[in-house]
């Protein structure tokens, strides 16, 4: 599979160096044009849908019941609308944070067990990629819809949107230093601008994502703890409050975009 | 009268209700902050909860007054150190590398290792390197347009020791005042952008 993503980036690598001069070129459309010959996180959509019907813990029981917002057991739609409150854990959850509550109630996992590898290293598969690509193909084509209706999911929101702005540490640096103006890019990568509805609706809508340049689906949370890295910002803990808060007012800020992920990207 | 009551009433509650939301939310960032994050070498949190007056005032979603940043750009000049010995122009070949590095201050980074401008990023400077960003201007042929008078040195100097000093908020690196770069570093992108002999300049 790795092998498959870097010959696709190899090919891909010529036609960025001339398209990535035009500030208006977009990666995804020049990757869509590989989508044809379909994109390598179906393998992991897959391979998710497994794990998620396998029984498994000490438990040995799938993950079939577990309720992703829309009730036990129901996947389909159930990413568009989230993060979201949950009223059996009195808190907003992201998809991430929810898949480790299924994992930890249902088949009796410990929380050290739940969360390990969230990200795959070579070598080091992780069960948690996998899923959250089965689940969010299970929202394909329909439309972001985070209702912030429960005050907690209001709540999440502005503190989301305050941490958007919080520019800090040795840099200065926020989200919004790089992802606030139109047609900037960092080297030769595009960035999307986050305040502009149509920009954060597309880049939502898109990720997760089959990234060609780490051959694996990677995560929301895995996108921002890059951005986060980058912004000299401390390591953010997997899974945590104040991630599933940045999530929810990026989800908001995509509203009625068509849900097209897991997506392929560089 | 009754009317007029309940409409005092209502504005009070409004906006007694609006201005205790707003303090909270500042109070659940510092709460999640302290956390959600790990501290880790020269990356510690303390550095992200307290944010100095620049930050603060930058980190607001809307338009700062016109005294707001004048006061920033002042407050910011008075920071500026000028070299000690009078020297502006250090090695631009070492200047080209400096502005390549984009290591430093990142939690990925091992503590210690010595940090980049990582220029390249956000600007063109030379002609040779193809992959740069347009967060900010171009800056080929930097010094050929400008000259080589003291007055330009400072300016230049000025503005990568501490750029709040020019433009308030800023999205560039305050890289002598935050303590990214060395004197001795800021001398050679000095040189990478004024230097006659620079790429830059050609």
Redesign the interface.
């Known amino acids: 599979m790795r092998l498959i993503g870097q010959a696709i980036l190899l090919a891909l690598t010529m036609q960025l ?1 001339v398209s990535a001069f035009a ?1 208006d070129a977009e990666d995804n459309d020049i990757y869509a044009e590989f989508l044809e010959d379909g994109n390598p996180a179906e393998f992991s959509e897959i391979n998710g849908e497994e794990l998620w019907k396998t029984k498994a813990g000490p438990n040995n029981v799938s993950l079939e019941q577990c309720d992703l917002g829309k009730g036990p057991g129901v996947v389909e739609g159930a990413y568009v609308e989230l993060p979201r409150y949950f009223s059996d854990v009195n808190k907003v959850m992201d998809l991430e944070q929810r898949l480790i509550h299924c994992r930890m109630t249902l088949q009796g996992l410990t929380q050290e067990e739940a969360t390990k590898q969230p990200f795959s290293k070579p070598g080091k598969a992780s069960d948690i990629e996998p899923l959250v690509a089965y689940i969010t193909a299970a929202s394909k084509g329909m439309k972001m819809a985070v209702k912030l209706e429960h005050p907690m999911e209001k ?1 999440a929101y ?2 989301g ?3 958007f ?10 989200c ?3 992802h606030s103006a139109d ?7 595009n ?1 999307p601008n986050l305040l502009d509805k149509k920009q954060a609706q597309k880049v939502y809508a898109t990720w997760p994502a089959y990234r060609l340049s780490q051959g694996e689906v990677r995560s929301m949370q895995h996108r921002l703890r890059s951005c986060i ?2 912004q ?6 997997y899974a ?4 599933t ?1 940045l999530t929810m007012y990026l989800a908001k800020s995509a509203d009625g975009a068509v849900y097209a992920a897991p997506a392929i990207k560089r | 009268m009754k009317k007029l009551m309940v409409l005092i009433a209502t504005i009070a509650a409004a906006g007694c209700s609006s201005s205790t ?1 707003e303090k909270d ?2 109070a ?2 510092v709460r ?2 302290n ?6 070498g ?4 303390e ?3 307290q ?1 100095d007056e ?2 603060k005032l ?4 809307g338009e700062l007054s016109q005294d707001a940043l004048a006061s920033i750009r002042d407050s910011q000049m008075k920071t500026v150190k000028y070299p000690a010995d009078d020297q502006y122009l250090g090695d631009w070949e070492k200047g080209i590398k400096i502005a390549n590095n984009g290591k430093g ?4 980074d091992k503590p210690g290792s010595v940090s980049g401008g990582n220029c ?3 600007h063109q400077i030379t002609k040779e390197e ?6 900010g201007p171009s800056l080929y042929q930097y010094g050929k347009l400008r000259g080589n008078s003291k007055e330009i040195y400072q300016y230049t100097w000025a503005k990568i020791y501490n750029a ?1 000093a020019s433009i308030a908020c800023s ?1 560039m ?2 890289f002598g005042h ?3 770069l060395t004197e001795e570093q800021i001398k050679d992108l000095m040189a990478l952008l004024l230097d006659p002999e620079s790429p830059t300049n050609k």
């Open positions: 160096t500030d709540e502005e503190i949107k305050k941490l702005f919080h520019r800090a540490g040795s840099h200065d640096f926020g919004v230093t790089c047609n900037k890019r960092i080297r030769l990568q960035l890295r980058q000299r910002f401390p390591n953010p803990k945590s409050d104040a991630i808060a | 939301v939310y500042d659940e960032v999640l902050i956390s959600d994050f790990k501290s880790k020269s990356v510690q949190i550095k992200f909860v944010q620049v930050q930058c980190s607001q979603d201050g990142q939690f990925s390249f990023g956000c193809v992959a740069f960003g347009t967060m709040q999205n690196p305050r935050a303590g990214i």
